[in-house]
């Protein structure tokens, strides 16, 4: 009988249905593991397991191979407590998604995969190391559910490289790894002086671990550290010694990790992720997800949390006629130039080109302004190209010192199209009219104040549990403080240019930081110069880093 005829009839055996009945008891799962079960189960109409690494904590390690398993899941089972959000955005729409502490996480992905479903089983780390592979991976075996291995990045390794500690150098080869959630180490094994140790699951009983390996005869000036919530913008590591590490640890959040050995010597010189500009900031961002895109990408690579909290909602006009009939004359040619001063505003004018069934060819022949630099990129993502935009100041005002006058010779059609919001200022039209240019300005969408957002944000804001709120406008001032209230006073402050730094003193708020030019990557830049200088200040002072959310009364504060 061949090798798929046995695996047929086997699994018609009493001793087979009792085994999937029982799938899940990991805890029995045998210590050398069975081969993954073959072709047979999957001819029977089976799904598979993928069993996934994520990472220690930063989405943006999650591999692309464990990116692609996610959005081919139909079935993703994780620990919701210790998933970030980024990964499961990976996911399509409609997966379904269990959290690991509703059932035995074996027993919820055989049942899905005996349904016919591709289950992706994510483990934070690497499945292999410091996990659960052994004994999941076993139980699946077992019971004949086929299954693959998408390794991840381990803590082991990953965090370790966040904290600027390599694991070896020329002096020091041999790296030793120790799972000590269990505690019972036996210390003598791991007393070799040159040897790095890598330490799990120890956050609880520091001292103990301490104490074992000094008693193993390891010198109690050995250099030591801990890292804990390794990866993620709370990441905090202490550096000591195995005499000193216990206490200087009080306190310490786990998930943590230690590291016994020379090579924490290295940390002064290759620490990179704590000390960022802005590492840890949470900086509240008043615009929608799509506005705040690259200013919060910005933000991130300071190593800042941005907190995107919309201050305007953006309807259409009450009279869509007149946006229709300003589309029907860009199509025959009635203007010579089209200015954008907004995201919303190419937003509005695309959404209408696919009403009428147009698209970036329909403005053949036009001349294309914008102001701005993300207005600029959205027209570029339509497939215009600008004609103009400001080398200075990216305003209305700074694009009207740039527009060339009217020159009737040369310009056979002197109507310009402004499709903006209701409350778009006339500075713009005044500046084109005096240079000869007939304006005809078009509401393509209104702007109303946002609704509140949550509670902890609101609490948040006032109570000074941000570190830093960027204002990109005068109405974002407004509309904020009007929904949520005025910042607390240890926030920093941070504005796009004059006109919003105005309008915020005018709110009693006091201004910190202001762009060198009223773009949102320089805004972004400003406020991770000032965190550079703030941190420097208290370096040089000999003072605790601490953030500025941590200056107000009770707040925890960083050793």
Known sequence: MSPAAKSTAAKST???????????????????????????????????????GMGPGDPSLLTLRAAAELERADTVIVSRAGCPAEILAHCRPDVEIIDSAEGDPVRLAARAAREGRRVVRLMRGDPGLACGLAAEGGALAEAGVPFEVVPGVSAVTGVPGYAG????????????????????????????PDATLVITGAEGAVAEVCKGLVAAGRPDSTPAAITGLGTTTEQETVVSTLQKLASAAKGMEAPALIIVGDVVGWRDRLSWFETKALFGW???????????????????????????????????????????????????GRFAWVVFTSTNAVKAVREKFVDYGLDARAF???????????????????????????????????LAREWPPYDEDLDPINRVLLPRADIATDVLIAGLTDLGWECEDVTAY???????????????????????????????VKNL??????????TVI?????????????????????????????LAEALAEYGAKRRAAQIEAGDPLRKPSQMRRGARRRR
């Open 481 to 490: 403080i009007g929904i949520a209230g005025k910042p607390h006073n240890v």
């Open 282 to 332: 949470r900086v509240l961002v008043p615009r929608t997800k799509e506005q705040a895109a690259s200013l919060s990408e910005r933000l991130r690579e300071h190593g800042a949390v941005p907190d995107e909290v919309p201050t305007i909602s953006v309807e259409p006009p009450r009279t869509p006629q007149q946006m229709e009939r300003a589309v029907k004359g860009l199509v025959t």
């Open 165 to 192: 500690i390599p694991l070896t150098d020329a002096g020091h080869r041999e790296v030793r790894i120790v799972d000590a959630s269990e505690g019972g180490v036996d210390w003598e094994r791991f007393a070799a």
């Open 14 to 52: 009493a001793a087979e249905t009792t085994a999937a009945e029982n799938i899940g008891s990991t805890k029995n799962a045998p210590a050398r593991p069975p081969a993954p079960a073959g072709t047979a189960e999957a001819a029977a109409g089976l799904g598979t397991v993928s069993i996934v």
């Open 494 to 522: 941070a504005v796009i240019g004059p006109q919003t730094a105005k309008t915020a003193q005018e709110y009693g708020l006091r201004v910190d930081v202001m762009a060198e030019k009223p773009s949102v990557s320089a």
């Open 446 to 476: 209104r702007t109303v104040r946002a609704a509140p957002p949550p509670a902890p944000i609101r609490e948040a804001i006032k109570g000074g549990g941000f570190d830093a709120v960027l204002f990109t406008s005068s109405s974002t």
């Open 364 to 398: 053949a022949g036009l001349k294309v302004a914008a102001v701005g630099e993300q207005t600029a990129a959205a027209l570029v993502e339509f497939g215009v190209q600008p004609d103009l935009t400001p080398s200075g100041e990216h305003s209305g005002e700074g």
